[in-house]
T-cell receptor
Framework: EDQVTQSPEALRLQEGESSSLNCSYTVSGLRGLFWYRQDPGKGPEFLFTLYSAGEEKEKERLKATLTKKESFLHITAPKPEDSATYLCAVQAVIKAAGNKLTFGGGTRVLVKP | KAGVTQTPRYLIKTRGQQVTLSCSPISGHRSVSWYQQTPGQGLQFLFEYFSETQRNKGNFPGRFSGRQFSNSRSEMNVSTLELGDSALYLC????????????FGPGTRLLVL
């Protein structure tokens, strides 16, 4: 069974204090790993898709990396508007083409000014 | 391009009733997936529809069902509501599915009393 574990569960940062979020996964075959950001009461907002070990993607203050067992989301010099829950999800290679995502529990990030 | 839309946004029902939620995917997207989000279980996959056929199903009881129409719009139905069905129900769409990024709607918040 596919499993995704995110750590830490919560993170309090001062504005400008860089940090990293971890996503460890177990999947029979990885088709893709996805990062989303979710604000309270809203749907997840897409950030990145990673497909193979060694891949990196960047967007503003965020950078996502992927290894064979985990992914990291690095937040550089965060601002208060980066406060949100960050969700990691994996999609496994399955016989029938499909689109099931298995999510981790998320990391709640609070950036204080 | 308009995003994924879901109606209604909020719903209050009583135990034993049934409910139907609606999702309109991004134009051109043919795969629609449904997820349930609760504080205790996080985001869990319900089912996926592609070309009016259910392609994947999560581990939920038969009270949860769905369908997709020829214009890719989708509905999900929950019969005989239980208190534990209170959750945020999220719909996500992608072009065809496997390996592609799913874009989420704002969700329908269901409260069962």
């Amino acid at each position: 069974e596919d499993q995704v574990t995110q750590s830490p569960e919560a993170l309090r940062l001062q504005e400008g204090e860089s940090s990293s979020l971890n996503c460890s996964y177990t999947v029979s075959g990885l088709r893709g790993l996805f990062w989303y950001r979710q604000d309270p009461g809203k749907g997840p907002e897409f950030l990145f898709t990673l497909y193979s070990a060694g891949e990196e993607k960047e967007k503003e203050r965020l950078k996502a990396t992927l290894t064979k067992k985990e992914s990291f989301l690095h937040i550089t010099a965060p601002k208060p508007e980066d406060s949100a829950t960050y969700l990691c999800a994996v999609q496994a290679v399955i016989k029938a083409a499909g689109n099931k995502l298995t999510f981790g529990g998320g990391t709640r990030v609070l950036v204080k000014p | 391009k308009a995003g994924v839309t879901q109606t209604p946004r909020y719903l209050i029902k009583t135990r034993g009733q049934q409910v139907t939620l609606s999702c309109s995917p991004i134009s051109g997207h043919r795969s629609v997936s449904w997820y349930q989000q609760t504080p205790g279980q996080g985001l869990q996959f319900l089912f996926e529809y592609f070309s009016e056929t259910q392609r994947n199903k999560g581990n939920f009881p038969g009270r949860f069902s769905g369908r997709q129409f020829s214009n890719s719009r989708s509905e999900m139905n929950v019969s005989t509501l239980e208190l534990g069905d209170s959750a945020l129900y999220l719909c996500a769409s992608s072009f065809t599915g496997a390996g592609e990024t799913q874009y989420f709607g704002p969700g329908t918040r269901l409260l069962v009393l």
